[in-house]
């Protein structure tokens, strides 16, 4: 029998990983920053941290290393528990038992820890703390709601760019058209090239996956050009 295995790697970093790839659902489910947490009062609270760290770092993992292979079945269940934790408490979405499990590795290794070493961890902190990112999350994993968002942005800031109800305003450069409705509702259309430059000009790299995820939105209609 083969078997497979996954784990979490934790990181710090000065710069945004996300913003660097491109609107992709694959990695922004794998990915999680959190950018919400200060995790240091200052310079010299990230000093005294890096030397504790450097002085004594490994010893503790010996310990808990051994603590694991103990009992292989308090592992599983403590790790299912916080999984079914999460999926109660996580937003409905085709992704929410991938990331479900991958928060309840965190979650259960730190339990794990604090029953190896005997120490207290504030579990249900975390677990709050992680969930509240993950809110924030979700709304960037939705690719077309993030469209939706930046094609508003793109009228606004643009709107001689769009004929407004058949009416001309721009001879040199035109991007769509824009029909108001009453009561404050209106349609957008785009060409289908100017469609294509503004997903490319915000870092939407995969057409197909942008216009999948769009076609499911009640907001969305596309009408195929021959």
């Known amino acids: 029998e083969q078997l497979s295995w ?25 990915l ?8 240091t009062n200052d310079a010299n609270h990230a000093d005294i941290i890096k030397n504790i760290v450097k002085q004594h770092y ?9 603590y ?21 408490e996580m937003i409905v979405s085709n992704v929410r038992n991938r990331i479900a499990e991958k928060y ?9 820890l604090g029953e190896a070493l005997e120490l207290e961890f504030n579990l ?22 993030a469209v939706y968002q930046d094609v508003i942005a793109d009228v606004i800031s643009t709107p001689n760019m769009f004929h407004v109800n ?23 259309y785009y060409l289908k090239s100017e469609f294509q430059n503004f997903l490319k000009q915000h870092g939407y790299t995969n057409e197909t996956t942008v216009m999948n995820a769009l076609k ?9 050009m021959n």
């Open 32 to 39: 999680f920053e959190y950018e919400i947490k200060q995790w």
């Open 104 to 112: 309840a590795m965190i979650l259960a290794g730190l339990q794990l």
């Open 6 to 30: 996954h784990t979490s790697i934790l990181m710090t970093g000065e710069n945004s990983i996300t913003s660097q790839t491109n609107q992709n659902l694959g990695l922004l489910v794998r």
């Open 68 to 88: 694991l292979t103990q009992d292989l079945n308090h592992l599983t269940n403590v790790v299912e528990e916080w999984r079914e934790k999460f999926i109660n």
């Open 166 to 188: 058949n009416v001309l305003s721009n001879v040199f450069k035109t991007k769509g058209l824009i029909k108001n409705h009453g009561n404050g509702l209106c349609s957008i």
């Open 216 to 224: 499911k939105k009640k907001y969305f209609t596309h009408l195929q």
């Open 124 to 145: 249900e902190k975390v677990f709050q703390f992680v969930l509240m990112n993950e809110k924030l999350l979700q709304q960037k994993r939705d690719i077309a709601d």
């Open 58 to 66: 490994g010893h503790a993992g010996i310990v808990y290393a051994d």
